[in-house]
């Protein structure tokens, strides 16, 4: 699985992107996309995934700005960013945990950069 994610840049505090990331290689039904982050120096962290059932979990901090959808038929998860705030500015990773194998995929992350 290769995962290519896209939709990064640099915007306003207060402004919205939309992150896309699209897989290749075959995605099950069972697989579990998400979106992870990473600040310099730090480990990633969680900002939401789908758990199974496909019910969307998201981190504690986004406070109901972030929206992790899926198109299974494009085999493509996407994560609309509203509200942005210079504290999200990281670079962004694409997800998938194949639960069958406990196989972890990434994508090469998309820098999204939040100016004040």
């Known amino acids: 699985v290769q995962l290519q994610a896209s939709g990064g840049g640099l915007v306003q505090a207060g402004l919205s992107l939309r992150l896309s990331c699209v897989a290749s290689?075959?995605?099950?039904?069972?697989?579990?996309m998400g979106w992870y982050r990473q600040y310099p120096g730090k480990q990633r962290e969680l900002v939401a995934a789908f758990l199974p059932d496909n019910i969307p979990n998201y981190s504690d901090f986004l406070k109901g700005r972030f929206t992790i959808s899926r198109d299974t038929a494009k085999n493509a998860v996407y994560l609309q960013m509203n509200d942005l705030r210079p504290e999200d500015t990281a670079v962004y990773y694409c997800h998938v945990f194949r639960r069958e194998t406990r196989g972890h995929y990434w994508g090469q992350g998309t820098q999204v950069t939040v100016s004040s």
């Open positions: 290689g075959r995605i099950y039904s069972s697989d579990l």
